[in-house]
């Protein structure tokens, strides 16, 4: 049996942002590896394929890594359509490399599917362009975490550089990040959004500065969150902040 | 009357990769203002709805976007589903802030359905993650082009700054923009990508160096491209190299 893996965006949670491609490749899949934000509707799609949970929420380690590049790699041996499914789009933030890289020194025949990443669904939850015309014509899209063996990365010059950044696994680095880009020369009252389980009914949107970050992320629950920074949510965080003003005095 | 205006996705070319939320409303759409990249196939899925073609391929001129705007605010007056139908995501590049300003001075219910865009399905076709554990782990997305009404942008600091950068609308500027990152200190050797149609099956892939890349550019036909630039392609650059000179010795 010679099969092909097939490397699917899940999208950004709801399962209605799947994209019809995806949703073809479930219905006709043999088995699917999927990851834990991965939503119960969407795997329900996979009617005729044996399911199977890699991947951990946070911090997954290189030796879980390499497990699931072998799993994939002996599925396609026995199984005709083999799906890897993985939230958001795989080619950000998903470690579809080191599966990529896998996959071809195996000789397995492999296809990726984009999907829809969070940082798009935050900012339709938002209703707030993340390039706006004559305001911000880059956008950086990502993750101050750093694995135990990677070397440091240069985040907060690449932050500091675009218009708008979006950091994605950022909510539990809240205070760090907040310190760290104000010391590298960030206005501390940069407008920052936090997205909570972007695209989904319980999702949360918090506004402030980007001095208030750390105690946006304490307001916020357990799920996964972008936080969205830059000039475009401008408007958006100060008609937040009026109207809690006026909810706070009509309270009094 | 009192319709609800959708600024829907279209994701990046292939009408398979459009969203299942994007497919049902151009079912139940009454009016559909579509751009000039939608593919025929996802139109055609708006069996019920006008179709009125919007927007131009490149530099669409403020006018006419004031003029799309007060069309969007005029059918929701008459239509109860009104969609606005854009390549890729429409929070990306899209244009999309100027028509929610529009709607919402209006007074007119909207809602933003995201979609998947250009970068995810340029680096689908690549096989490449445009993030990679130890080596990319910010990715700036941005385009190099400046209305002629609107203050200069800080683009190549932007592109400099990140791991990896895809240039959205930037095929045409090639000259230019090879230049400017080389004359602020990018790497001429920087791997480059040109991807031009991605995610359709007339889609092309040009591998080079930051040096070559008027050279791509001008190899290139008439679609929309993407450019990809970042040490994430060394590999697949280099691999495309040794199958070219394969290819010419083989010839000779």
Same mark, same amino acid.
């Given at each position: 049996?010679?099969?092909?893996?097939?490397?699917?965006?899940?999208?950004?949670?709801?399962?209605?942002?799947?994209?019809?491609?995806?949703?073809?490749?479930?219905?006709?899949?043999?088995?699917?590896?999927?990851?834990?934000?991965?939503?119960?509707?969407?795997?329900?799609?996979?009617?005729?394929?044996?399911?199977?949970?890699?991947?951990?929420?946070?911090?997954?380690?290189?030796?879980?890594?390499?497990?699931?590049?072998?799993?994939?790699?002996?599925?396609?041996?026995?199984?005709?359509?083999?799906?890897?499914?993985?939230?958001?789009?795989?080619?950000?933030?998903?470690?579809?490399?080191?599966?990529?890289?896998?996959?071809? *020194?195996? %000789?397995?025949?492999?296809?990726?599917?984009?999907?829809?990443? #969070?940082?798009? /669904?935050? $900012?339709?939850? =938002? &209703?707030?362009?993340?390039?706006?015309?004559?305001?911000?014509?880059?956008?950086?899209?990502?993750?101050?975490?750093?694995?135990?063996?990677?070397?440091?990365?240069?985040?907060?010059?690449?932050?500091?550089?675009?218009?708008?950044?979006?950091?994605?696994?950022?909510?539990?680095?809240?205070?760090?990040?907040?310190?760290?880009?104000?010391?590298?020369?960030?206005?501390?009252?940069?407008?920052?959004?936090?997205?909570?389980?972007?695209?989904?009914?319980?999702?949360?949107?918090?506004?402030?500065?980007?001095?208030?970050?750390?105690?946006?992320?304490?307001?916020?629950?357990?799920?996964?969150?972008?936080? *969205?920074? %830059?000039?475009?949510?401008?408007?958006?965080?100060?008609?937040? #902040?009026?109207? /809690?003003? $006026?909810?706070? =005095? &009509?309270?009094?």
């Amino acid at each position: 049996m010679n099969g092909k893996v097939y490397l699917v965006g899940a999208g950004p949670g709801a399962p209605d942002l799947l994209t019809l491609r995806a949703a073809r490749l479930l219905e006709s899949a043999d088995i699917v590896f999927y990851d834990a934000l991965v939503h119960p509707q969407t795997l329900a799609l996979a009617k005729g394929a044996a399911k199977i949970a890699v991947g951990k929420r946070c911090g997954r380690h290189s030796t879980a890594q390499k497990f699931i590049n072998k799993r994939l790699v002996d599925a396609a041996a026995k199984f005709e359509v083999v799906v890897r499914l993985k939230g958001g789009d795989p080619m950000l933030f998903g470690r579809a490399q080191e599966e990529i890289d896998a996959l071809r *020194v195996a %000789g397995i025949e492999f296809e990726v599917v984009p999907g829809v990443t #969070a940082a798009s /669904a935050a $900012s339709a939850d =938002l &209703r707030v362009s993340l390039t706006q015309r004559g305001r911000a014509r880059h956008v950086c899209f990502v993750t101050p975490r750093v694995g135990k063996d990677e070397p440091d990365n240069d985040w907060p010059d690449s932050v500091n550089a675009a218009d708008t950044a979006v950091l994605y696994m950022g909510a539990g680095l809240a205070d760090s990040i907040a310190a760290t880009l104000i010391a590298r020369g960030r206005d501390a009252g940069t407008p920052v959004a936090l997205v909570e389980n972007a695209s989904l009914p319980e999702r949360r949107i918090l506004f402030g500065a980007l001095r208030d970050l750390p105690r946006l992320a304490r307001e916020t629950g357990v799920g996964p969150a972008v936080i *969205v920074l %830059g000039e475009v949510l401008r408007e958006a965080a100060e008609f937040d #902040a009026r109207m /809690a003003v $006026s909810e706070l =005095l &009509r309270r009094a």
